[in-house]
């Protein structure tokens, strides 16, 4: 299973960007995905989850009403659209694949089994 990882790039506050991550060698549909991000010098932390038909998206708290996660099964593509960007979005952003179509633990890192190089964000105030 291979996860690309790709759309970062450095942007001013309140900027956009949409990150993609293309999946090959699984079964992507059958797959729920996350979006995870590390800080420099922190830990990597969940951002955002979706279910394998999209009927189910969750956010952290951070980043609701900010980023969009979405899937095209079809290209086997995971998205996240980042609007109203912040400095504190700075990040190497990562894609995650889960073992099964609904996560429940779909917050913590352990729960996905496969995962993208990331892809560095950078914003400026």
């Known amino acids: 299973v291979q996860l690309q990882v790709s759309g970062g790039g450095l942007v001013q506050a309140g900027g956009s960007l949409r990150l993609s991550c293309a999946a090959s060698?699984?079964?992507?549909?059958?797959?729920?995905m996350g979006w995870f991000r590390q800080a420099p010098g922190k830990e990597r932390e969940y951002v955002a989850y979706?279910?394998?038909?999209?009927?189910?998206?969750y956010y952290t708290d951070s980043v609701k009403g900010r980023f969009t996660i979405s899937r095209d099964n079809a290209k086997n593509t995971l998205y996240l659209q980042m609007n109203s960007l912040k400095p504190d979005d700075t990040a190497v952003y990562y894609c995650?694949?889960?073992?099964?179509?609904?996560?429940?633990?779909?917050?913590?890192?352990?729960?996905?089994?496969?995962w993208g190089q990331g892809t560095q964000v950078t914003v400026s105030s």
């Open positions: 995650a694949a889960g073992g099964d179509a609904y996560l429940r633990n779909y917050n913590q890192q352990k729960t996905y089994d496969y």
């Open positions: 060698g699984c079964s992507f549909s059958r797959n729920a």
């Open positions: 979706i279910n394998w038909s999209s009927t189910a998206t």
